[in-house]
C-alpha cells in the first residue's frame, strides 16, 4: 500500500511538472544543488561548499565512528569496568592543535573567496540598483552606457497569473520582467546597491552575488559573466507583501550586441525626453498615464481602481478628485506611512509619468473629473 502511495506521488508530481522545463540561468525543476556558475566567483563559491561539506562530513562519520564503536566494544554488558585513565601530554596536544589545523585548512581558502567577493576595484561598468516597492531602478554610472536609466518591473501578465490562483504552467513564472539589466559578457560588473524604502536584496545565484540594498545606506558588489544568457535572481529580503513579485534579469550579450543595445536605449530616452514645461492635452496626458499605471501601480491599486485590504481604492477616492492638485502630488512624491496605510514614493518617476499617472487616476472608472495635472505642477513641488 505504501508503495502504491509513493507510485501515485511520484506520477503527479511528474504530471505537475510535465508542462515545466528547467530554466536556464535560473530555477531547475526539482532543483537539489546550486545554480550553474556563470562567473569564476560562483564557481569558487561551489568549490568551498563542497570542500567544507567533505571536511565536516569526514570529521562526522570519524567522531561518531569512534565513539559508537568504543560504545559497542566496551559497553559494560561484556564486562568492561569503568575507570580513569592517564592523560599524556600528547593527548592533549593532538586535540588542540588538530582541530586548529583543521579551521585554518577552512579558513584559507575562504577568506580568499571572500577578498574577492569583496574587491570592486578597476571595474568597466558601474550600475546603481535601487530597491523600491516592489520593482528595481537601475542607473548606468560608468562606463559605455552611462546615463542610461530604467525601471525594471515584473511582467504585469504573470502577475495577474498568480492573482487568479491559477497560473499557466511556465519555465519563467514570476521572472519576466520589462526591462532587463543588459551588460556584456567579459567584463567587470561592479553594482552599487540602495533602497528608497524598506531593506531590499539583490541576488543572482548563478553569478554567486547578494548583496542587500538599504535605505540611506551604500553597498557595492561585482560580477564578472563568462557567457551570455539571461540570468535571473529575485529579491532575497522580506520586503513586503509583493516580495515574491520582485525579481532579477541579467541579460548578458556580446560586446557588439551591448554596444548596439546602448546606442538604441539612448537613442529611445532621447526620444522619450519630454520638456515639463510643455503645456499637455488631457488625451495626451490619459493615454500616456494608462501605460504608467499598468506598469507601476496595478499591482497594488488593481487594473479597475478598486484596491484590496488594506491599499485604498483610487475609484472614487477624495484626495484624486480634489480639485487641490499639491495633495496627491505630495503623496506620489513623498509617499504614505502611518499605521493604516503606506504608499512608496515615486519620485523616481518623471514629472511628465507622474502627472501622466495622475490625470489617468483622475478621469478614469468613475472618476470623470476633466481635471489635467500639468507636469509644470510635478516639477514646482520637487523644488
Given amino acids: ?30 532543483q537539489l544543488n546550486f545554480h550553474p556558475p556563470a562567473t569564476r566567483i560562483a564557481e569558487e563559491q561551489h568549490w568551498l561548499h563542497w570542500f567544507m561539506l567533505a571536511i565536516c562530513a569526514t570529521i562526522f562519520v570519524v567522531v561518531f565512528g569512534v565513539m559508537f564503536y568504543s560504545i559497542a566494544k566496551h559497553r559494560k554488558s561484556v564486562g568492561h569496568q569503568s575507570q580513569e585513565l592517564p592523560e599524556p601530554i600528547w593527548v592533549e596536544l593532538g586535540w588542540t592543535i588538530v582541530p586548529l589545523l583543521i579551521v585554518i585548512g577552512m579558513a584559507l581558502p575562504a577568506t580568499k573567496v571572500l577578498v574577492a567577493q569583496k574587491d570592486t576595484t578597476n571595474s568597466d561598468l558601474t550600475i546603481k540598483a535601487v530597491g523600491m516597492q516592489w520593482k528595481w531602478g537601475y542607473e548606468y554610472l560608468k562606463g559605455e552606457g552611462e546615463g542610461i536609466q530604467f525601471l525594471s518591473t515584473l511582467d504585469p501578465k504573470h502577475r495577474m497569473m498568480s492573482d487568479s490562483g491559477k497560473p499557466q504552467p511556465m519555465d519563467d513564472y514570476l521572472l519576466k520582467v520589462d526591462n532587463p539589466l543588459v551588460v556584456p559578457v567579459g567584463k567587470k560588473i561592479r553594482i552599487i546597491t540602495t533602497a528608497n524604502d524598506v531593506i531590499h536584496a539583490w541576488m543572482v545565484p548563478a553569478f554567486g552575488v547578494k548583496q542587500d540594498a538599504i535605505p540611506g545606506f551604500v553597498r ?40 548596439k543595445w546602448v546606442d538604441e536605449r539612448k537613442k ?53 478628485a480634489d480639485a487641490d492638485h499639491g495633495k496627491l502630488i505630495q503623496v506620489m512624491l513623498n509617499g504614505v506611512n502611518g ?45
Fill in 1 to 30: 500500500m505504501a508503495a502504491a502511495l509513493l507510485g501515485l506521488g511520484v506520477w503527479v508530481t511528474n504530471v505537475a511538472h510535465a508542462a515545466v522545463n528547467d530554466l536556464p540561468g535560473g530555477p531547475a525543476v526539482n
Fill in 220 to 259: 557595492d558588489t561585482w560580477f564578472r559573466a563568462e557567457k551570455t544568457g539571461d540570468f535571473y535572481g529575485q529579491c532575497a529580503e522580506l520586503c513586503g507583501k509583493e516580495h515574491a513579485y520582485m525579481p532579477i534579469h541579467v541579460k548578458v550579450v556580446t560586446q557588439e550586441e551591448y554596444t
Fill in 339 to 383: 499605521a493604516a496605510a503606506q504608499m512608496p514614493a515615486w519620485k523616481q518617476l518623471s514629472d511628465v509619468e507622474l502627472a501622466a499617472v495622475m490625470t489617468y487616476a483622475k478621469n478614469s472608472w468613475s472618476n470623470n473629473t476633466g481635471q489635467v495635472v500639468q507636469p509644470k505642477e510635478v516639477l514646482a513641488a520637487r523644488q
Fill in 268 to 320: 529611445s530616452m532621447a526620444a522619450l525626453a519630454d520638456d515639463p514645461n510643455k503645456e499637455w492635452t488631457l488625451a495626451e496626458l490619459t493615454k500616456r498615464g494608462e501605460s504608467v499605471y499598468a506598469a507601476n501601480c496595478a499591482a497594488c491599486h488593481q487594473a479597475n481602481g478598486q484596491g484590496a485590504g488594506p491599499i485604498k481604492a483610487l475609484d472614487g477616492s477624495a484626495i484624486v
